[in-house]
């Protein structure tokens, strides 16, 4: 097996099919090790950047580099990636053996060889007894391992995988989550991993690049892309946001500013991982779970503290948590989420309700 991954490196790298650009000049770096994730919605450019380097698709401009070597003219075959697909895309007439061994046998490795590594894979995947079956006598979810093991036999130093979990129901996709990492930690590639699917990403990524119209918004850790999103799109791609225009802003402190909201409303707020340029739009953006809600009269806010009147509109109960609409007048809908543990009774719609969030979690971000 692998020692260790390659380190990734994307200098400018672009594709454009005609005048549609699939991905403008893009750079990114993955450590090695790492397991990194592209999310992003559908056409966002996800698999063409993957494609770029798996050697499937021919970039237009920019350098590929593997533990820096160029590798962008090199042929897929050559370039020790390892590559896994959401249809599985195992050959149906093997059996699940040859399917293992079938990169093995391409690159003219021992018989002796062969069957050793494909036992050890198929061990590594928690598979060792089917190795005779053909796919279709399969479940999804062992498909799917086998199509792992299939793609990192050969001790790639770096695996893409392309929505790989994109075709399992929800409960195996968890499942299979702690398998990958698990697979992970044996195998110590450098993971590439594509999703459309945010908690996936979150739950098993060191970090994240968040996609939009062929561009890279923002990359980070996990924790750091939710709670510092740099503009609109990445606060409301990676977990849910309250956004709301901001008409006018004037400084109030170090890092505070005070803003007016389209609708009236004055909050104090602090600037964000990035700050607007002259002209461009602004939001300020309030995480449901930031902000604690009651009966009205029943909060108070104190220091810098934001607090608004409303009225309940949506009222519901998921899996230990309360989702609620809040209307706070002027049109705007405010979204509120909290353990249900926190509160001895749901609060009913119509009831009049007070809101109270802190100035640190009201986040001044461009739109764009
Ligand atoms: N072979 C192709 N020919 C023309 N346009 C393409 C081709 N492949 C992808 N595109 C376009 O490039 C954009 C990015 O596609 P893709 O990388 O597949 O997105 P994602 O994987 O994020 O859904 C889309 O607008 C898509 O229609
Ligand atoms: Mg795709």
Redesign the pocket.
């Known amino acids: 097996m692998a020692k260790h991954g390659a380190k990734l490196e994307l200098l400018g790298v672009e594709k454009s099919?005609g005048h549609?650009a699939?991905?403008h000049p893009t750079d990114l770096v993955v450590e090695v090790g790492e397991f990194f994730s592209l999310i992003?919605?559908?056409?966002?450019?996800?698999?063409?950047?993957l494609g770029a380097v798996a050697g499937f698709t021919q970039p237009s401009a920019g350098r590929i580099e593997m533990d820096g070597r160029n590798i962008a003219m090199m042929p897929p075959y050559l370039r020790n990636i390892g590559m896994v697909f959401q249809n599985y895309a195992l050959f149906p007439h093997m059996s699940v053996f040859d399917n293992v061994a079938f990169p093995l046998r391409l690159r003219k490795v021992p018989a002796a060889d062969i069957q050793q590594k494909v036992d050890r894979m198929l061990a590594t995947v928690r598979l060792p007894d089917v190795a005779q079956r053909r796919p279709s006598q399969l479940s999804g979810g062992q498909q799917q391992r086998i199509a792992l093991a299939r793609a990192a036999v050969y001790d790639p130093r770096i695996l893409l995988m392309d929505e790989p979990l994109g075709a399992l129901d929800k409960n195996l996709r968890e499942e299979m989550q702690f398998e990958i990492k698990a697979f992970h930690r044996q195998i110590d590639a450098t993971i590439l991993y594509?999703t459309h699917d945010q908690d996936e990403a979150t739950a098993m990524s060191d970090r994240i690049a968040i996609?939009n119209g062929?561009r890279i918004v923002q990359c980070g850790a996990p924790r750091d892309l939710y709670e510092h999103p740099r503009n609109a799109f990445a606060a409301s791609f990676l977990g849910s946001a309250n956004l709301f225009d901001v008409v006018g802003n004037s400084p109030a402190g170090p890092g505070a500013v005070k803003v007016r909201l389209a609708n009236g409303t004055e909050l104090n707020a602090v600037t964000g991982a990035s700050v607007a340029a002259p002209g461009v739009a602004q939001v300020v953006c309030v995480r449901p779970e930031t902000i604690q809600i009651g009966p009205a009269g029943t909060l108070a806010s104190g220091g810098d503290a934001n607090l608004l009147q409303g009225r309940v509109t949506d009222a519901i109960y998921t899996a230990g948590t309360f989702r609620y609409q809040v209307d706070v007048g002027a049109k705007s809908l405010v979204s509120v989420k909290l353990p249900s543990i926190r509160q001895t009774s749901m609060l009913e719609c119509d009831q009049p309700v007070t809101l109270v969030w802190p100035a640190s979690a009201t986040l001044l971000i461009p739109k764009d």
């Open positions: 099919y549609v699939a991905l992003g919605p559908s056409g966002s450019g996800k698999t063409t950047l594509v996609m062929g």
